[in-house]
């Protein structure tokens, strides 16, 4: 268990970056950031496109591991549907399965990162069941340095 030790407030009135949180485990709880596939090599910084091209992955809690590519950069007015209304989100990366979904419903939180060299690029949040040009839907994920750099985090990677 944890406690919440950071998050970014969604805003009603204007668009937003990111949807996310992060808490601290309580003493006792592990991790083991190289569990599952292994480790992370480090985090996208953003700036140059074609490191990313090559192909994303995640291993989410409802699809497992998929694989994909990104289909589009810094989308901007995606809109996201809360119990509070229908928020919007700018700069965000659009992501399409190989060959079918990338993501569906309880993978939001996954870490999506090239398939080759492991580089964390990005941090599953919405997506759609329709769309794409395969007709499986698309998913949307906040770039992950924009996330660590508004909760004021660090991504572990050993």
Do not use: C, H
Request: charged share 20%; hydrophobic share 40%; proline share 5%.
């Amino acid at each position: 268990m944890g406690a919440l030790l950071a998050d970014v407030p969604l805003a009603d009135d204007r668009p937003n970056l990111v949807d996310a949180a992060v808490a601290v485990l309580d003493p006792g709880v592990g991790t083991d950031p190289g569990a599952g596939d292994g480790p992370l090599s480090g985090v996208w910084a953003g700036a140059d496109p074609t490191e990313v091209l090559g192909g994303v992955q995640k291993i989410g809690r409802t699809t497992g591991v998929t694989t994909g590519r990104v289909t589009a950069f810094e989308v901007d007015a995606v809109p996201v549907g809360y119990d509070r209304g229908v928020l919007t989100f700018d700069d965000q990366l659009e992501i399409e399965g190989d060959g079918g979904a990338f993501s569906a419903g309880g993978d939001s939180g996954s870490v999506i990162r090239t398939s080759e060299q492991r580089v964390a690029v990005a941090l599953l949040f919405a997506g759609s069941t329709t769309g794409g040009s395969n007709g499986a839907g698309l998913t949307y994920a906040n770039p992950l340095a924009t996330v660590l750099r508004l909760l004021g985090a660090d991504l572990v990677t050993t």
